[in-house]
């Protein structure tokens, strides 16, 4: 299964857009990007996935580099309550959720 | 819609004193359920996860055990609990050929 790296925690001022990068240098072809956030003692929330294509929604904005080897997640806009843990996951071949460490976001007025 | 519970969502127990902790899911079937636990500033570890009714496929050894009596109830328990039990407990669940995993309150839990 494939494993992701991201920085351990970064900053972001209210209204600008945060930009969360991902490392999956390993990731295999049928395998998805997925974001997941955790708001402090609330249990994580789904963002975006994707596997070739960027993606947006209502939330935020996926991008894949085209080899695949990594990703960013674009908050366009950040507010306050946007600060989180964010998690970039590879599901694996088993279809298991496999979790790291995450990013802490920041955001600051 | 459909919603996850789980309770209690905050635990106090000794070393060596029995667990049970439940999570419920409302609005859907068959549902795959997951048990998943959270230490202090780590990432989420799988515990347990549940495919149907009585089926519990477990992914790290440890003195927990899981069950699912009926097909949207999903029960962790433990006979007798360590200090290293003590942690943030998480219930999420999926339907069936989708990937997305909606996640419960969870449920913090201190053993001392």
């Known amino acids: 299964d494939a494993k992701t790296t991201q920085p351990t925690s970064m900053d972001c001022a209210e209204g600008r857009a945060a930009n969360l990068p991902c490392n999956h240098s390993t990731i295999s072809g049928n395998e998805y990007v997925y974001w997941y956030r955790q ?3 609330q249990g994580p929330q789904y963002i975006i996935h994707g596997l070739k294509n960027n993606e947006t929604n209502e939330m935020a904005s996926l991008i894949i580099t085209e080899d695949r080897k990594s990703s960013t997640l674009i908050l366009p806009h950040a507010t306050l309550r946007d600060t989180a843990v964010y998690y970039c996951i590879v599901l694996g071949n088993n279809r298991k959720l496999i979790w790291g460490l995450g ?3 920041a955001v600051n007025p | 819609s459909q919603t996850i519970h789980q309770w209690p969502a905050t635990l106090v127990q000794p070393v060596g004193s029995p667990l049970s902790l439940e999570c419920t899911v409302e609005g ?3 549902p795959n359920l997951y048990w998943y636990r959270q230490a202090a500033g780590r990432g989420l570890q799988l515990l347990f996860y549940s495919v149907g009714i009585g089926q519990i496929s477990s992914e790290v050894p440890q003195n927990l055990s899981a069950s699912r009596p009926q097909d949207r109830q999903f029960i962790l328990s433990s006979k007798k609990l ?11 669940w999926k339907r069936t050929g989708v990937n997305e995993q909606f996640f419960g309150p969870g449920t913090r839990l201190t053993v001392l």
Not at chain 2, 83 to 91: H, R, V
């Open chain 1, 39 to 41: 708001i402090h003692s």
């Open chain 2, 28 to 30: 859907t079937s068959n």
């Open chain 2, 82 to 92: 360590l200090l290293s039990d003590s942690g943030f407990y998480l219930c999420a």
């Open chain 1, 103 to 105: 990013t802490s976001l």
